[in-house]
């Protein structure tokens, strides 16, 4: 059975970088596509980002394009997520979750079948 966990978050001030790191165990990675998901304070959980399973397809909100990239190592079994200019609005839980079965991916929630614990992200002065 795939688990993922993520891990790289922390506080950071505006305009500073993260690195999220999402580490898979138990089924190789390369099965799933990969989505980034973030729940800000107050706010419902949205799809930020997404990644193919061989790496050839990308996707993001406009919130975060220009600014997150999303990649995977599926030799190391694992997906990251690297933030640069980090603003205030980007506080929040950042989520991957692993999809079945798709020749693309996907930001829509229910399309994912296993979930990681989280890691959190402060950005503030």
């Known amino acids: 059975q795939l688990h993922l966990v993520e891990s790289g978050g922390g506080l950071v001030q505006p305009g500073g970088s993260l690195r999220l790191s999402c580490a898979a165990s138990?089924?190789?990675?390369?099965?799933?596509?990969i989505g980034w998901f973030r729940q800000a304070p107050g706010k419902d959980r949205e799809g930020i980002s997404c990644?193919?399973?061989?790496?050839?397809?990308?996707n993001y909100v406009d919130s975060v394009k220009g600014r997150f990239t999303v990649s995977r190592d599926n030799m190391w079994n694992t997906a990251y997520l690297q933030m640069i200019n980090l603003k205030p609005a980007d506080t929040g839980r950042y989520y991957c979750?692993?999809?079945?079965?798709?020749?693309?991916?996907?930001?829509?929630?229910?399309?994912?079948?296993?979930w990681g614990q989280g890691a959190q992200v402060f950005v503030s002065v």
């Open positions: 990644i193919s399973k061989n790496g050839s397809i990308t």
């Open positions: 979750a692993a999809e079945p079965w798709s020749t693309s991916c996907s930001l829509v929630e229910s399309e994912h079948s296993t």
């Open positions: 138990g089924f190789p990675l390369d099965y799933y596509s």
